[in-house]
């Protein structure tokens, strides 16, 4: 099966603009989530979709970020307008279940805001 | 709130050698317990997982962990390093009532030939 994939794989913008990060989950997991590692610290959790309903959001850092899965598909992450301490990596995760018995990943999404 | 501690951020092993990385938790409730791997380039990948059980669980490429209750640690071995064992290792922990994962802040492992 394919995996969780996300797009771009790096992204460098200026601060100030928006950013859009994707992400396209295991086909028929209803569960995603998306994480964030700023540079060398832990991945913290941001939030969780069932289908395309929000299951839990308190990770999300503040109002300028965006998450939408428009018809329980894929996922999209807006970040606008952009601050330097949004850089890091942006983890995509995927599961049929609700999760405790793991995700499977994706790749990331390295954003640096300059 | 749950927090995961790892106790070495960077570790250098010559090949054959022992490795252990050091995992510990704070939760007073059930968890489960997981290892991640992420190779140069790659996604994250589940090495290994303890819901219950055998406190001694053992996953791909010849990892283990040890769940140690009373320590609250779940310390991942490896008897003998290969060079592309060369990863970030994540230890990470979520709980029966919880559908997110708290992650310690990862070891990046070097192995050299």
């Known amino acids: 099966e394919a995996g969780v994939t996300q797009f771009p794989s790096h992204s460098v913008i200026e601060k100030g603009q928006t950013v859009t990060l994707r992400c396209d989950p295991i086909?028929?997991?209803?569960?995603l989530y998306w994480y964030r590692r700023v540079m060398g610290k832990e991945i913290k959790f941001l939030l969780h979709?069932?289908?395309?309903?929000?299951?839990?959001e308190s990770g999300m850092p503040n109002n300028r970020f965006l998450a939408e899965r428009t018809g329980g598909t894929y996922s999209t992450l807006k970040v606008q307008p952009a601050e330097l301490e949004d850089s890091g990596v942006y983890f995509c995760?995927?599961?049929?279940?609700?999760?405790?018995?793991?995700?499977?990943f994706g790749s990331g999404t390295r954003l640096t805001v300059v | 709130a749950q927090s995961v501690s790892q106790h070495n951020h960077h570790v250098i092993l010559s090949e054959a050698a022992s490795l252990e990385l050091g995992c510990n938790y704070s939760?007073?409730?059930?968890?489960?317990l997981f290892w991640y791997v992420q190779y140069p380039g790659q996604h994250l990948q589940l090495l290994l997982k303890y819901f219950s059980g055998d406190p001694l669980v053992k996953g791909i490429k010849g990892f283990e962990a040890e769940f140690i209750k009373s320590k609250f640690s779940f310390n991942l071995r490896k008897p003998s390093v290969q060079w592309s064992d060369t990863a970030e290792y994540f230890c990470a922990v979520n709980s029966w009532t919880g559908n997110q994962f708290y992650f310690g802040t990862g070891t990046s492992l070097t192995v050299i030939p």
């Open positions: 995760a995927s599961s049929q279940d609700n999760g405790n018995y793991g995700y499977t």
């Open positions: 939760y007073g409730g059930t968890v489960n």
């Open positions: 086909s028929g997991h209803d569960n």
């Open positions: 979709f069932v289908k395309e309903s929000k299951q839990d």
